[in-house]
């Protein structure tokens, strides 16, 4: 009698067994799967925030050390660093200079802007330059102008930007002060 029970159980697992095992595992690996993919997109806005202070700074340090005029101008998925010319007395792209270039954020996730407490329109698509040799002096033509200024002298537009992303309304802020500063702003203190 003790012979027949140990073949019964010598036999293996039974379906139903290895069915509750593999069920078991699938629904463990879906949760970390999900859970890895909010915490990637958290790290992606946090790696977009850090590299937009990052490229802020050495446009602050560019400006006070060379004695130039930047600028940034945003969109609503990017945003550019300009140059003040000083000879024709417009704005232009930075020639040649791939660390202030026009930068993108990924899918999904937008900017906005805050300047005084207001709300500002972005653009999809960068502005357009003026032509130095145009006359811009026409009533119905707008100068081209930076939504934020750096100056020479360290000093800056104060703002706060939002990067947000879209699915969760999931967002990380930052502040600049008129010094040039910026800090990381907790959402739920607002």
């Not at 806005?45 to 560019?62: C, I, M, P, S």
């Not at 709300?119 to 003026?130: N, Q, Y």
């Not at 026409?138 to 360290?154: C, D, K, Q, W």
């Amino acid at each position: 009698m003790l012979h027949e029970r140990r073949s019964r159980f010598d036999n293996g697992f039974t379906l139903v067994e290895i069915l509750v095992v593999i069920f078991i595992i699938a629904t463990i690996l879906s949760i970390g799967l999900l859970s890895f993919g909010v915490l990637g997109d958290d790290r992606e806005l946090q790696t977009e925030a850090k590299r937009f202070v990052a490229l802020t700074e050495v446009a602050q340090d560019e400006a006070f050390m060379q004695g130039r005029e930047f600028g940034i101008e945003f969109l609503s998925a990017g945003y550019r660093f300009v140059e003040y010319d000083a000879q024709t007395g417009l704005w232009a792209e930075i020639p040649g200079d791939e660390t202030l270039r026009l930068r993108s954020l990924p899918e999904g996730n937008e900017l906005e802007l805050y300047l005084e407490g207001k709300r500002i329109l972005l653009d999809d698509d960068p502005a357009p330059f003026e032509d130095p040799n145009k006359n811009t002096s026409a009533a119905s033509e707008v100068a081209y102008s930076p939504h934020l200024m750096i100056f020479s002298s360290g000093d800056a537009t104060p703002y706060e930007l939002h990067l947000v992303r879209r699915g969760d309304d999931r967002r990380i802020i930052l502040q600049g002060n008129a010094l040039g500063g910026i800090e990381f702003v907790d959402p739920d203190e607002e």
